[in-house]
């Protein structure tokens, strides 16, 4: 891969290996699921309205894909997606799930920080806790400009900042801030690497490379959700753990 950085070569080593083993088993749950629904809470699409009412035709590029179901509710709904991600173990899932729900589109081993893929070419990138954690958003989010043609949307869900704030490495997130506000771009974990820009720094980059931002949307927890490792349903229903920014490439 053209310009492999460290965390891209650690964030690569973490999902081939126990993030691999820990997500395969949940693709054919996500596979299955008829309508979309979004980020560790599982909030229904048909509440937030994150995707265009009418994906018919559209082209689409999921960077960091994982097993790609995304890419597949996309696909159903008439979309023609491609799917990117780091990991041939996570790719490997994604194509056991196309031939188990003859649901086929390409998907693409390569770095969503150097996506070898030509310029003007989708009318939508996404990413769900892929390229928007686990990229640095100062090269992931030019180079989806740079696939995007003009008028393109940009849509990618991560976590929030207050929770990067709150959150401990092997513990769920605290209600007392863990972490200084000015490393928060960057946060170098055991075996990974997480980027969770503030919110005045992802608007200005969205900005200076050339987006509208249309919506940003924060994720709670329904009351009485189960716990995850990370965060609790109590925490999650409280603060928002999890947030999905909208954007528009401005015409040229």
Known sequence: MPGTSEHTT???????????????????AHWSRTTPAWGLWSTPETDLHVLPDDPTGLDVVELGCGTAYISAWLARAGAHPVGLDISAPQLATARAMQTEFDLHFPLVLADAEHPPLADNTFDLAISEYGASLWCDPHHWIPQAARLLRPGG???????????????????????????????LDRVRNADATEFTLPHGAMLRLLRDTGFDVEDLIELHA????????????????????EEIWKARLRPT
């Open 153 to 183: 949307r940009l849509v990618f869900l991560r976590r929030t900042p207050l929770f990067a704030l709150c959150a401990r490495p092997g513990h769920p997130a605290a209600t007392t801030l863990q972490r200084p506000h000015a490393t």
């Open 10 to 28: 650690r964030n690569r080593r973490h999902w081939d290996t126990q993030a691999a083993a820990a997500h395969g088993p949940l693709a054919r």
């Open 222 to 241: 329904p009351e009485g959700h189960h716990d995850y490792p990370e965060v609790t349903g109590e925490w999650g229903h409280h603060w928002p753990s």
